[in-house]
């Protein structure tokens, strides 16, 4: 498998006449973009020999969420070489969503069901004013990112924290879309906390968590969170978890 992109020009040129086109991204695949375009729609990278891999369609479409964390893992483990920088790049995940995980894109999103200008931006491009919302939304990147920012190989389960942030749309939303969410060493202690305060019984929902999210979104007003100790940054999440619970209690 090979790397492709689709210059700049080319997605200007799809996201200008996606009111007209939008009904094609229902196809079985992109091939009717290069008679549009007129031109070859993919260049190649530098990266030209990447195992073949694929990625899980198994839940019935309207539990196409489920699979999330096996192809964050998938995604991740596969793609891992890639830089941050090149991993935040639309023409690269473009790429991606347009040429081999056309249909899963299709699948994860139900775009034959909402096929609108505004879904095909989101998970086939970058659709987003904000830079991290549109890295969340593309149904490629959004399994990079969430793999670069859980995967920890110090614990026993190197994947355990992607698995649980998988567990709800809205952990991804609050953990992953906020500015202080761009690094692995403030999302891995943020999240250790909420398992362990939710295995010590504390009731975490996700109203909670995202409660949690904006605490740690203030504590990067407060402190350089790049420069905390994990542990630090852990503490003070469990602590807060804690005075959360007791409030709802209280009420």
């Not at 260049?43 to 192809?71: G, H, R, V, W």
């Not at 250790?192 to 740690?216: E, P, Q, V, W």
């Amino acid at each position: 498998m090979k790397l492709q992109f689709i210059s700049y020009d080319n997605i200007d040129l799809i996201k200008s006449n996606l009111d007209k086109w939008v009904d094609n991204f229902k196809l079985s695949s992109s091939e009717w973009l290069q008679d549009e375009l007129g031109n070859a729609l993919f260049s190649d990278t530098k990266f030209q020999d990447i195992p073949e891999f694929s990625l899980d369609m198994s839940a019935d479409p309207s539990k196409a969420f489920l699979t999330e964390a096996e192809n964050a893992i998938r995604v991740y483990s596969n793609l891992n070489f890639l830089s941050d920088s090149q991993a935040s790049d639309e023409r690269l995940w473009a790429g991606l969503c347009l040429g081999s995980f056309w249909n899963y894109v299709k699948y994860r999103w139900n775009i034959d069901g909402k096929c609108t200008v505004s879904s095909v931006k989101d998970h086939f491009f970058f659709g987003q004013k904000s830079g991290r919302r549109s890295l969340t939304r593309n149904a490629m990147s959004r399994l990079w990112w969430i793999g670069r920012l859980t995967y920890d190989e110090k614990r026993t389960d190197p994947w355990e924290l992607t698995r649980f942030i998988c567990e709800s749309s809205d952990y991804i939303m609050h953990a992953l879309e906020r500015n202080t969410s761009n690094n692995p060493a403030i999302i891995r202690p943020f999240l250790s906390a909420i398992i362990d305060a939710k295995a010590n019984g504390l009731a975490i929902n996700t109203d909670r968590f995202g409660d949690l999210a904006k605490y740690l979104n203030l504590l990067g007003g407060i402190y350089i969170l790049d420069c905390l100790p994990e542990q630090r940054i852990y503490d003070k999440i469990y602590a807060r978890a804690i005075e959360i619970c007791d409030k709802v209690k209280e009420a």
